[in-house]
Every structure is written in C-alpha cells, then in structure tokens.
C-alpha cells in the first residue's frame, strides 16, 4: 500500500493555516491589547524586587502545576485548571482595586503599611496562579486529554 502523501501535505497546510490565522489576529487585536500589557499592577516604588519573585514564583507554581497533574484523570486537571484561572482573574481584579483605592486614599500609616503588604501578595499571587493554570493546560495538551 502507498503512502498518502496527500493527506500529510493537507496537515501541513492545516499546520501553517493555523499558524497565519494567530498571526493575523494577534495582529488586528495588538493596538487594543497595548493598554492591557502597559497595565501597571503595582507601584514603582517595589521595584524591581516585585518582578524578580513574581517571575520565581511563577516558574515554581507552573513545573509544581504541570508535575502534579501527570497521572490525574482529565476532569481533575481541567477543574484544577479553571479553578486556578478563575483565583488568577480574581487576584488581578482585587490587585487592581487595591491599586486604585492607594492612590485614590491616605489611610494611617500602620493601616497603609498593612495595605501594601497585601498589595505585593497580591501581585506574586496574580503570576504564580496564572502560571499554575498554564501549567494544568499546558499539560491536558500534551497529554491529548
């Protein structure tokens, strides 16, 4: 029996049409999505000591997300998965009014204190759980769940 050369050459055009497809709407969406990614979650003033833990917690929350879910039934990583995206989504909403609400309010000082401590939480907590949600998807594709 020969081999169908057709059909491989269908799947790289399905391959590449994928590609280009992403290409073209991460490029109409792009202008929109700037003031997504200039998208301040935190003061200035924790600098740059905020970005390197959030990045170091990210990795750590993405392998541990991504090791643990090796051997789980799919339904267990999916529920892990969007119950991790929708904390990340709620950390981001809560850090972004805790911005907000700092700017906006002079409290005392132990209360303000009290504040920015929850604000840097907040904000690791905003990469760590988006990393940990990639790391259960990430695995359900590899796994073809």
Excluded at 65 to 83: D, H, Q, V
């Amino acid at each position: 029996m020969m081999p169908d050369h057709n059909a491989s050459s269908k799947s790289k055009i399905a391959k590449l049409s994928g590609l280009v497809g992403f290409s073209i709407v991460t490029g109409f969406l792009g202008p929109w999505l700037q003031g997504f990614f200039d998208l301040r979650l935190i003061s200035d003033s924790f600098q740059p000591g905020a970005n390197g833990i959030a990045s170091t917690l990210a990795a750590i929350a993405f392998l541990y997300s991504y090791a643990s879910s090796a051997k789980k039934a799919r339904s267990l990583i999916e529920g892990r998965a969007r119950n991790t995206g929708i904390a990340c989504l709620v950390t981001l909403v809560s850090c972004l009014a805790l911005r907000s609400t700092l700017e906006a309010v002079t409290p005392g000082m132990g209360f303000t204190r009290a504040l920015w401590i929850l604000w840097f939480v907040l904000f690791v907590s905003v990469f760590s759980l988006f990393s940990g949600a990639l790391g259960y998807v990430t695995r359900m594709v590899q796994s073809g769940h």
